[in-house]
């Protein structure tokens, strides 16, 4: 079964009662919300994703709800709670879904430790993945977006899990978030992408999330080899420049966006040395997503 498979209303009553069991990857999420915007965020972004209500063993149980307090109405106010406890400050009620997708994120980089887990959007090209670190306003998830849009497949916008044993990239395709104005260059380059509403004054912006391809879902069974590190950066108009990086200065820039590298010890250090090893290593200027593409379709030309 699939989240296309339930009709919205079903959909929320789920989520309301016994919770939707959602498969992402390897993470199973025991989800639950009497918020509508919650239900159609799902219904939206994750249609093409696995219901599991049978799973034996759930990763996360987690919930969005609105505050049990006066404020609840006079200021309506929503919670992401982990277990029956929140990690985050309550925020506007406008910002259900987005507050779902950021607590997903950080479930999945807190506690799945038996992965090395980097701050980098991964997608891939023929089992092949490229690794894009990268701080917010790089460009790093509008590129991404863009890529998986030209048929790259989509492994994460955010998390980039490395399996320590085999050194693949393990799939977590889940919505791409795009922040203000990438939000309209996606629509505007890409007609053909689903994007959700837009949301407003949010602690990143104006945030809108995109629907990961169907293809992207289906082959979330089948990890990739990193092949390319890639440390985008975008700049208004510039000419596409794609410069190589020293293995030693990649090393640095990877271990200061991994999110528990030092929790995995020597073992963390055995596997970033190994991934950077199996990599080309670049820095990636560019100004126009349709030169960023061609680059990057050269690449896997050229593997």
């Not at 339930?6 to 929320?12: A, D, K, N, Y």
């Not at 069991?21 to 799902?42: E, F, K, M, N």
């Not at 980097?118 to 997608?123: G, K, N, Q, S």
């Not at 994007?195 to 990143?204: A, M, Y």
Request: hydrophobic share 45%; proline share 8%; glycine share 6%.
């Amino acid at each position: 079964m699939i989240v296309a498979d339930l009709p919205l209303v079903e959909l929320g009553r789920q989520l309301a009662g016994r919770g939707v069991r959602l498969r992402t990857g390897p993470v199973v999420t025991d989800i639950h919300s009497r918020l509508s915007d919650v239900a159609q965020g799902l219904a939206l972004h994750y249609a093409n994703h696995p219901v599991e209500p049978d799973a034996t063993f759930v990763d996360f149980h987690v919930s969005v709800t609105t505050p049990a307090n006066v404020r609840k109405w006079l200021w309506p106010q929503v919670l992401f709670e982990l277990d029956g406890k929140s990690p985050f400050l309550p925020l506007p009620r406008n910002q259900a879904f987005p507050l779902l997708e950021w607590g997903l994120n950080w479930c999945v980089s807190n506690h799945c430790h038996q992965y090395l887990i980097l701050h980098a959007a991964v997608v891939a090209r023929s089992g092949r993945a490229a690794l894009l670190p990268g701080l917010s306003g790089s460009g790093k998830s509008t590129l991404c977006a863009a890529l998986v849009n030209r048929g790259w497949v989509l492994l994460s916008d955010e998390l980039s899990l490395i399996e320590p044993a085999t050194g693949n990239i393990v799939p977590v395709p889940r919505p791409v978030s795009l922040k203000n104005a990438s939000i309209d260059v996606i629509h505007r380059a890409f007609p053909q992408a689903v994007l959700g509403p837009i949301v407003c004054d949010t602690i990143k912006g104006s945030v809108a999330h995109m629907k990961p391809p169907e293809e992207s879902v289906r082959q979330a069974h089948a990890p990739a080899r990193p092949r390319w590190i890639v440390l985008p950066r975008y700049e208004s108009s510039a000419a596409p420049r794609l410069s190589r990086l020293p293995k030693a200065h990649t090393f640095m820039q990877l271990a200061e966006n991994a999110f528990n590298y030092s929790l995995h010890g020597s073992n963390g250090f055995e596997v970033l040395v190994r991934t950077i090893d199996a990599c080309d290593c670049y820095e990636f200027t560019y100004g126009a997503l349709d030169d960023a593409i061609a680059v990057f379709d050269e690449l896997a030309r050229d593997a």
